[in-house]
């Protein structure tokens, strides 16, 4: 009866998991999805602390005190662009956790009994060497995110073949593991060698790959607690793993395709050096860029019915999102229609414009994606595009040898003038020129996105 | 071995769920959902609480230990997606 209860508290929190992420299709109902998700981890965590296993409390208590202190720390605390760092955290802390209650089950599985039967041990091996990967590698893409580590790809000589060792080395110490389950010390060596081969396998992944590699961290990090439902033969930690897995592994499949590369490119392969046989900055530019002033902008501005802004990470850097925000607002309040076009890489993880748009008071219906934006960005009639580059470049559509050709971009070209606001002409992460800057109906407003902005604020009031 | 089947099928259905529920899932709300799945992926506090009680001293700290981790994803997790959904929810 007892085991009843339980197991039939951790279906209930189960389908609260669920409705929670169904809560997520709509910003309505999103804030309710979140609150059930929190009511399940409630009734999990609380129909636990009854098992009669348990026989003193204080480290759990302790524990979870230290630990929900930090973590509410951490919540507040925390810069809405700083939300890739965070995630990469939890992302990490999720796998570490993993790693110790797999070893903790190991312990205890082999006190009890005098074989564990194979499930665990094989469960266990995985539960250390998926757990391992991806708190390293977390803490590397955190140090990539924060600028601690080179945002550039590392590289070193014969990175493959070490890479490879350590993979045979991992897979013969899982079987040890499997084979040896009361050897404790293969455990730990096999969560050694796996944590060395989790920092190599994301140092040499550029900065600008970031949000594939968090988003894929993420699923690693389910499927870390799926295996570790696996070892303790509990079914709300295999649910909510595979879930969590499965939202990995979409988020990642969706960064990948809008950056049209394909995730063995990301994680292997180098973004392929400036386009050899494309042409040169001189040759994209010369004579050809039409540099504006905050006042002629405001005056395009002051003219056009329909307006479109394409923000890029750049925006967020200079901190320009409120006066971006306040500027659609003076717009709108003057009968301009202004809508947002947000490219999936826009930010630094999945949907980071997005919240960064609305930390502005941005109201989400405002903001498109690429595909809607596109279907009317011909009719628009002024396009402010502000710290954004490789991704409005038209050069992935008519370049089959540039380094970002096919990768869906936002046509900004196509609208009838494009105001791009950015420092100088320097390339984006892609390292190649951007003809859109030199098309005739292009305008380049030289400075710091913040500053512009309220520049041109100042000169629409004024005219 | 049936064991292993049981625990199986779960895993693969539950994955299934996920598909289904997270496609539908707006690029708007892609930075909570990740947020959100760290939290819930602190359910392995259901297994460290359990290690964390019991007789050995070494589960008692490597339980401890994951409580203390499991419980920052679990706090900071809803925590923070609740403070991103009412960024969206504001205006609206």
Redesign the interface.
Same mark, same amino acid.
Do not use: C, W
């Given at each position: 009866m007892y085991d009843f209860i339980i197991n039939f508290s951790?279906l209930v929190?189960?389908v609260l998991?669920?409705f929670? &992420?169904?809560g997520?299709?709509?910003?309505?109902t999103?804030?309710r999805?979140?609150?059930l998700?929190?009511c399940?981890?409630l009734l999990?965590?609380i129909v636990? /602390?009854t098992?009669r296993?348990?026989?003193?409390?204080e480290?759990?208590i &302790?524990?979870?005190v230290?630990?929900?202190a930090?973590?509410?720390v951490?919540? /507040?605390r925390?810069e809405?662009t700083s939300?890739p760092e965070?995630?990469a955290l939890?992302?990490g802390?999720?796998g570490?956790?993993?790693?110790?209650?797999a070893?903790?089950?190991l312990?205890?599985g082999s006190?009890l009994t005098d074989s564990p039967?194979?499930?665990l041990t094989i469960a266990t091996a995985a539960s250390g060497l998926i757990g391992a990967v991806t708190f390293w590698g977390s803490l590397v893409a955190f140090g990539k995110l924060k600028g601690l580590i080179s945002e550039n790809a590392v590289l070193f000589s014969g990175q493959q073949v070490i890479n490879s060792i350590l993979a045979v080395l991992v897979l013969g110490l899982s079987i040890g593991v499997v084979l040896n389950p009361e050897s404790f010390s293969l455990y730990w060596m096999l969560v050694g060698v796996a944590s060395i081969l989790g920092v190599l396998l994301v140092l040499p992944i550029g900065g600008a790959d970031m949000p594939v590699v968090?988003?894929l961290l993420?699923s690693y990090?389910?499927l870390a607690?799926?295996a570790?439902?696996?070892?303790?033969?509990?079914?709300?930690?295999?649910?909510?793993?595979? /879930?969590?897995?499965?939202?990995?592994i979409? /988020?990642t499949h969706?960064m990948c395709k809008a950056m049209n590369r394909s995730l063995t490119n990301v994680l292997f392969g180098v973004m392929g050096t400036s386009g050899e046989g494309g042409q040169t900055a001189d040759e994209v530019y010369g004579g050809k860029v039409k540099s504006a002033s905050p006042e002629e902008v405001a005056l395009l501005f002051d003219a056009a019915r329909r307006v479109a802004i394409i923000p890029g990470y750049g925006m967020a850097v200079s901190q320009a999102q409120h006066p971006v925000a306040s500027l659609a607002a003076l717009l709108e309040s003057r009968g301009t229609t202004v809508e947002y076009g947000?490219h999936?890489v826009a930010?630094r993880?999945?949907?980071?414009m997005?919240?960064l748009m609305?930390?502005a008071?941005?109201?989400?219906?405002s &903001?498109k994606?690429m595909d809607d934006i596109n279907q009317t960005i011909d009719q628009v009639d002024v396009v402010l595009v502000i710290g954004a580059n490789d991704v409005v470049n038209p050069l992935a559509r008519t370049d089959p040898s540039s380094p970002i050709a096919g990768m869906p971009i936002i046509d900004v070209d196509k609208a009838k003038i494009v105001v791009v606001i950015k420092r100088s002409l320097s390339p984006g992460f892609a390292g190649i020129p951007n003809p859109l800057f030199a098309l005739d109906n292009s305008l380049m407003l030289f400075g710091d996105g913040k500053k512009m902005i309220l520049d041109i604020i100042t000169a629409l009031k004024d005219s | 071995?049936e064991?292993?089947l049981m625990?199986f099928t779960?895993?693969v259905l539950?994955?299934f769920?996920?598909?289904e529920? @997270?496609?539908? @899932?707006?690029?708007? #709300?892609?930075?909570? $959902? =990740?947020?959100?799945?760290?939290?819930?992926?602190?359910?392995?506090?259901?297994?460290? @609480?359990?290690?964390?009680?019991?007789? #050995?001293w070494?589960?008692?700290v #490597?339980?401890? #230990?994951?409580?203390? $981790?499991?419980?920052?994803?679990?706090?900071?997790?809803?925590?923070?997606?609740?403070? =991103? $959904?009412? =960024?969206?929810?504001?205006?609206?």
């Open positions: 951790y929190a189960s998991f669920i929670g &992420l169904k997520l299709t709509h910003p309505r999103a804030v999805g979140n609150l998700g929190a399940g981890m999990a965590v636990t /602390l098992d296993h348990i026989v003193s409390y480290y759990i &302790l524990g979870m230290v630990g929900g930090i973590g509410a951490l919540a /507040l925390i809405m939300m965070m995630v939890l992302n802390f999720g570490a956790a993993s790693i110790f209650v070893g903790a089950a312990i205890e006190s039967i194979l499930q968090v988003a993420n990090s389910g607690a799926a570790t439902g696996f070892v303790l033969s509990n079914n709300v930690l295999i649910i909510t793993g595979s /879930l969590v897995g499965a939202s990995g979409i /988020l969706i947000i999936p930010g993880m999945p949907g980071h997005n919240v609305a930390e008071d941005v109201p989400y219906d &903001l994606d | 071995m064991m292993f625990s779960v895993f539950a994955i769920v996920g598909f529920v @997270i496609t539908k @899932i707006p690029p708007t #709300l892609h930075t909570p $959902l =990740m947020s959100g799945s760290n939290a819930i992926s602190g359910i392995t506090l259901v297994g460290a @609480i359990v290690s964390t009680g019991t007789e #050995l070494v589960t008692t #490597l339980g401890f #230990l994951s409580v203390v $981790l499991a419980s920052i994803n679990v706090i900071g997790g809803f925590m923070v997606t609740n403070r =991103m $959904l009412a =960024m969206f929810k504001k205006k609206n």
